[in-house]
């Protein structure tokens, strides 16, 4: 349920308003707009009457909320979230009509490499470097990652740049190691791992989401739900392709998820074109088509070598490749007066 509070309500009456409400029990989800302010009461509110709620003088309108997903949709939060990433200077935001675009090498390899390719990217205009430090593999026997030593050689790379980290966090135990990351990414293998995106509700940093291979619209929302609902609303989504029929490409990018989303949520919403089709001479089309409708966000895999990449050289571009992408990119982003 929502409640709409007129202008004229004072903070004091609010938080008044606000009190009685948790004493019975339920949870207030509150949202400050340029036009108006939103409660949102969460709980069992099927047994309450509107007409009681709306009978409260600062109370201007009272509506029930259908759709499963209270604290991610747009109905408890009629404005676009803009999220914050990193800190100070290098500070970047997703939300706010900056399309900001995340790179680096799908494993972290090497101290070497890690930071040749966030000098490359950096130099090219991506604002966050990108690096798996524990990958989730599908075979047992591929390269799973340099762990905590990973993360070491991003943090060089990060002071070396200024980049903010992006890195997958797979389970609670790897949490310990996390300190200087900057957005913890909870990847498509992980989107229902329901208890571990409950303890990513308890920390105090933003998530990226990635939906997953067979997950419905509905079901990803409701997995930002779960973090959101345990005390951290700074979530990214992230759509990285689905499982389809058909094997021409790694993946089936679903671009009409951007325009959809932006409808029904106020949370940012990425692309991942590298997973989305597993071809690296396929991404950058699909960066453009996601960019041309609406995202808000890039995220793309860039090896120095691809060749010889322990993991997913296939679909990574070389920095050179990037570098050609990302001159193109600002005239799209520009037709909707954004900016990269």
Not at 120 to 146: D, E, I
């Amino acid at each position: 349920m929502i409640v709409i509070l007129k202008k004229e309500a004072t903070d004091a009456q609010m938080q008044d308003f606000v009190r009685q409400w948790k004493e019975k029990g339920y949870g207030v989800h509150i949202s400050r707009g340029e036009e108006m302010t939103v409660l949102g009461l969460l709980g069992d509110t099927t047994k309450l009457d509107t007409e009681t709620v709306a009978a409260n003088p600062i109370v201007e309108s009272v509506k029930r909320v259908t759709a499963p997903y209270k604290m991610a949709g747009r109905a408890f939060h009629p404005d676009d979230s803009v999220i914050m990433v990193g800190e100070g200077n290098n500070a970047v935001s997703f939300g706010d009509g900056i399309v900001p675009v995340i790179a680096g090498p799908c494993s972290v390899e090497t101290e070497e490499q890690v930071v040749e390719i966030a000098r490359a990217v950096k130099k090219s205009g991506a604002r966050l470097l990108r690096g798996g430090a524990f990958k989730p593999r599908t075979s047992p026997y591929s390269f799973q990652g340099l762990g905590e030593k990973g993360l070491e050689f991003l943090k060089t790379a990060k002071k070396e740049t200024g980049l903010p980290i992006v890195t997958e966090l797979m389970d609670l135990r790897q949490l310990k190691y996390f300190d200087d990351v900057d957005l913890i990414q909870i990847g498509a293998r992980n989107m229902q791992n329901f208890d571990l995106l409950k303890e990513m509700g308890k920390v105090k940093k933003p998530i990226l989401l990635k939906r997953g291979m067979a997950a419905t619209v509905k079901e990803f929302l409701m997995s930002a739900e779960y973090i959101m609902a345990s005390g951290n609303e700074n979530v990214i989504l992230c759509e990285r392709g689905i499982r389809t029929f058909d094997t021409y490409t790694r993946n089936c990018l679903d671009v009409s998820i951007v325009p959809y989303l932006k409808k029904v949520s106020h949370l940012p919403i990425i692309i991942d074109p590298s997973h989305a089709c597993g071809l690296r001479w396929m991404v950058p089309t699909l960066a453009k088509s996601a960019v041309a409708a609406g995202c808000d966000g890039l995220i793309i895999e860039v090896h120095n070598n691809p060749e010889k990449a322990l993991c997913d050289g296939e679909q990574s571009l070389h920095p050179a490749e990037f570098d050609e992408l990302m001159k193109v990119l600002p005239k799209i982003v520009a037709i909707d007066n954004r900016k990269m």
